[in-house]
């Protein structure tokens, strides 16, 4: 009984959510993205471009993991258009998945969240790790002590 609920209150939120824009933001390390999600054709761009022309096919298929994992054609009501700057390509590919991941969660409620959360917490959840600073005598070998050495 309470998952009719559930999936009542979820379509009464995709309906309201149906007619605004929606604004999202990704983050992988230095990469930041925006997305804005509107009504459309369901069409997905990246930084100008359509997805289907980027070169990069394990780039492209890390971006499209939110569409794969929600298993409908829901989301093709919605047109997608991120733009990411910071960063290299891989930490770009990961700020707009997780933009993306985070509106589809928005749009479509608790159900598809949790499914977004159970398949990867990056989707949804900013990952603070970073590299630790050198130290100063020795910024170029890295931030620790030095190797063991054998005296004989």
Same mark, same amino acid.
């Given at each position: ?12 939120? %995709?309906?309201? &959510?149906?007619? =605004? ?7 992988? @390390?230095? *990469?930041? $993205? ?47 258009? %991120?733009?990411? &700057?910071?960063? =290299? ?7 707009? @998945?997780? *933009?993306? $991941? ?51």
């Amino acid at each position: 009984m309470t998952k009719k609920k559930d999936a009542q209150a979820n379509q009464k939120e %995709a309906a309201k &959510k149906s007619t =605004g824009i929606i604004f999202t933001i990704g983050k992988r @390390r230095k *990469a930041v $993205a925006n997305a804005t999600i509107k009504p459309g054709s369901g069409k997905i761009s990246v930084n100008g471009q359509p997805l289907e022309n980027m070169k990069n096919d394990i780039l492209r298929m890390r971006i499209q993991e939110p569409f794969i994992v929600m298993e409908s054609e829901d989301w093709k009501t919605y047109d997608f258009v %991120a733009i990411a &700057k910071g960063g =290299g390509a891989t930490g770009q590919s990961d700020a707009v @998945r997780q *933009a993306f $991941a985070r509106g589809l969660s928005e749009i479509f409620g608790a159900v598809l969240k949790k499914k977004l959360m159970d398949y990867d917490r990056n989707l949804l959840v900013y990952d603070p790790r970073r590299t630790e600073p050198h130290k100063p005598p020795r910024s170029s070998q890295g931030p620790r002590r030095y190797k063991q050495r054998s005296k004989r």
